[in-house]
């Protein structure tokens, strides 16, 4: 176990391992899970899941593919049923009282799914009506803040998948829910549909909205999220605010004229390992200190720097493959850790 | 795109009027489905070809004869309705009712937006209630052109006069037609049943063509158990059994004992299945 894992893990102990113990320091929790567990067939997919996610927060759910997400999102919105184990959302045990929870919880799992020949409009209007009529000032509001008021009577089937996340976010706070839980809201955005989501999930954290956001995204959660937790293989790896699961990164970004001469030199100052190539970067182990030094010798090597910035990104990430990277079977993180790099979305790739 | 005042402190859902907000959602979605509106022309376009082509046959001195009520049909426009009653209820009608209700869970689930429905604060048996009513609804609003459709249809070609009895009395045109809107709603209970079986088809399976596959393969099997002579034990037991008993409307003085078993199997055959479906409904994982 490498030191930042046990770090983590000492922080996890600190904040207490039963969720009856971990404290929102004075706020109120807005959804617990308590030994949450999903089985299906032989595989389980929740594995005695305990999380707490506090009023307020800007709640990031982190997890490679596969981690159990996506599961545990439909366990606490009652669209699956636990084989063990209870949520509590607003108050309201779920699965038991899982109406009285879904009168606070607004959002969407997986894609967010529309009748294509109906306009945005009348779809809003359409699941708003199932619990009471929605006032259409409402419906233009809930349009108006994802952007879609231009298209408000547009198919939804000539939408695009952007367009579609978006009224998906709309419908979700069509009731004005006190926590919205989205599932992957920028997954196949473009730059710019990314950069308006996250803007409009730190806004709805401003308002005073809890938003649960499930992402695999690292520095998403890194962005936009206040606390979050980690899970793999259905379990809690670690939870905590953001800024302390993170452990300090001394990584730097170096951009230069000649990568390849520039590696070798950072490789003879820093250790082969110490440095890793990725998107035109080089990443450099290497603390404030020795910045300096290392442009004086790619200078002196004939290299010219255009770029020394610092990478905070990297601990996060560094941090995330440690945690969900140490199944037997596979090869230890820090040996593959540049290939998984690649491999894992919004990483290094 | 900005939040602005995005949670709090706008319009939110006023709670009343709930009961028909499942209701509402499911007739609007039938409306916008393009095979609502190819079965509704069905339904009205049957008479239509039923009574033309009577009144062509009935000018050709060897035309053929046709299925029950169709020989009357000729000599009285009242006909027309029930003749295309008779000619719907075995097939069509049962297709229409399995494709509708198979498609109610299933089709929501294979489009993806029955999670999204289920994240609104509705109880389970209150959506499934609502499928299962706006299937009944749909099914009576086809029922309801049909018998327009025979009327007007045979008004024109045949003209409507009182009609003759199965026991060979005459009853006045405005009885008559209370006996055929007797005949149809006998007719639409009898499509509770296949209504109910292809829900619950609907919840087991996610692909609505599977549940309308499911629900007409077992209609039809059982048509054929009861067609063999062998398989009498079954007949009081099954629904499609009765199908055919709304003709008892028409004796005089109208014969109710198969009627009123008709009525039980289908009411028992429908609550049994649609309580199956509940049951299931409201343990299913929903993970399409």
Not at chain 1, 77 to 83: A, N
Not at chain 1, 266 to 293: C, H, K, M, N, T
Not at chain 2, 56 to 75: I, Y
Not at chain 2, 102 to 113: D, F, N, Q
Request: proline share 5%; with cysteine.
């Amino acid at each position: 176990m490498t030191q930042a894992v046990a770090e983590a893990q000492t922080l996890t102990e600190r904040a207490g391992t039963r969720p009856e113990q971990q404290s929102c320091g004075g706020r109120v929790p807005i959804l617990t899970t308590h030994a949450l567990t999903k089985q299906f067939g032989s595989l389980r997919a929740v594995d005695a899941l305990d999380m707490e996610v506090c009023r307020g927060d800007i709640f990031g759910f982190l997890g490679p593919n596969g981690a159990g997400k996506t599961t545990v999102i439909r366990l606490v919105l009652g669209l699956i049923h636990p084989t063990s184990g209870y949520a509590e959302v607003c108050g309201h045990r779920v699965p038991g009282e899982l109406q009285g929870a879904l009168r606070h919880v607004g959002g969407f799992v997986d894609d967010p799914t529309f009748y294509p020949l109906m306009s945005a409009r009348r779809n809003l209007r359409l699941l708003g009506s199932m619990t009471g009529p929605v006032s259409e000032e409402r419906i233009d509001e809930v349009l108006e803040i994802v952007g879609l008021s231009e298209r408000a009577e547009s198919r939804v089937g000539s939408f695009s998948h952007g367009m579609k996340q978006r009224l998906g976010i709309a419908q979700a706070l069509l009731h004005s829910p006190e926590l919205i839980v989205l599932d992957e809201p920028t997954s196949g955005l473009d730059p710019r549909g990314m950069k308006d989501v996250r803007e409009l999930i730190r806004e709805l954290g401003a308002a005073g909205t809890t938003v649960f956001l499930s992402s695999h995204l690292l520095h998403e959660v890194e962005q936009v999220c206040t606390r979050a937790v980690i899970i793999n293989r259905g379990k809690m790896v670690v939870q905590g605010p953001v800024s302390e699961l993170r452990p300090q990164s001394d990584a730097v970004k170096v951009l230069t004229g000649d990568q390849g001469r520039a590696a070798d030199t950072l490789r003879a100052q820093f250790g082969a390992s110490s440095v890793l190539e990725d998107e035109g970067f080089l990443i450099v182990q290497a603390d404030e200190d020795a910045v300096p030094e290392m442009v004086r010798r790619l200078v002196a090597d004939g290299v010219a720097v255009r770029a020394v910035v610092p990478a905070p990104e990297q601990g996060l990430e560094d941090f995330f493959l440690e945690l969900t990277g140490t199944d037997g079977d596979r090869p230890a993180p820090k040996k593959r850790r540049a290939g998984l790099a690649r491999l894992l979305p919004g990483g290094r790739r | 795109m900005t939040a602005g005042h995005p949670a709090h402190g706008s319009t939110g859902p006023r709670m009343h009027g709930r009961a028909w907000g499942p209701l509402r959602r499911e007739w609007i979605k039938l409306l916008f489905q393009r095979r609502s509106y190819l079965i509704w022309g069905g339904a009205f376009a049957l008479p239509f070809l039923i009574a033309l082509a009577l009144y062509l046959a009935k000018a050709d001195p060897h035309g053929g004869e046709g299925p029950l009520f169709f020989e009357r049909v000729t000599s009285n426009g009242m006909y027309v309705a029930l003749a295309a009653l008779s000619a719907l209820l075995p097939f069509l009608l049962p297709m229409a009712a399995a494709m509708v209700a198979g498609y109610m869970i299933a089709g929501e689930a294979e489009l993806g937006t029955l999670r999204i429905v289920l994240l609104r604060p509705v109880r389970r048996g209150s959506v499934l209630l609502a499928k299962w009513t706006m299937a009944i609804v749909y099914l009576a609003v086809g029922l309801v052109l049909m018998l327009a459709s025979g009327l007007l249809f045979g008004a024109i070609f045949f003209g409507l006069h009182p009609m003759i009895t199965l026991s060979g009395t005459t009853v006045s045109v405005g009885h008559g037609l209370g006996l055929i809107i007797l005949c149809c709603l006998y007719g639409l209970a009898a499509m509770a049943c296949i209504v109910s079986l292809a829900l619950l088809f609907s919840t087991i399976t996610d692909s609505s063509l599977t549940a309308l596959i499911a629900t007409i393969v077992i209609y039809i099997v059982v048509q054929v158990l009861i067609a063999f002579s062998y398989f009498d034990w079954l007949r009081p037991w099954v629904f499609p059994n009765y199908f055919l008993e709304y003709v008892s409307f028409f004796r005089d003085p109208i014969y109710w004992t198969p009627i009123l078993k008709g009525l039980a199997s289908f009411g028992a055959w429908s609550c049994g299945l649609t309580f199956v479906a509940y049951l299931l409904f409201r343990r299913k994982d929903v993970l399409s």
